[in-house]
């Protein structure tokens, strides 16, 4: 099983196996929820599937249950972000954060295991 970490500070992805979550991230996830009719949950699940303009891609969507093999990581107020074991595989040392600015605002996702990324971000080469 991956470690698991939350942060005060973005930072660089980590190399240790870490998924790292922000403080900043998780009120955009309970507004994510939220605004997804969601608001009974307290749980997003990140995912990978095959996709996108570069092969794979980032999955965001609300979940109500877990499934055998799910990496948790606990935040605040009881919100979850869960990962499938296979995912997983394909998101160590990731760094899950959230931007908001002028000219974006969004999740931003930092993974050490991506080759390449699209320009928008939401998909990436392993």
Known sequence: ????AIIDQPM???G????????????AIRKFLD????????TLRLGVRGG???GLEYVLKPETTDKAGDVV??????LRLVVDGKSILFLQGTLF?????LMESGFKIVNPQAKSTCSCGSSFSA
């Open 35 to 42: 605004q997804n009719g969601a608001k009974e949950s307290n």
């Open 12 to 14: 660089a992805a980590s």
């Open 73 to 78: 990581v606990e935040g605040p107020d009881g």
């Open 97 to 101: 954060d959230y931007k908001a600015g």
């Open 52 to 54: 996108g303009c570069s």
């Open 1 to 4: 099983m991956s470690r698991l």
């Open 16 to 27: 240790d196996g870490t998924l790292r979550v922000t403080h900043a991230a998780w009120p």
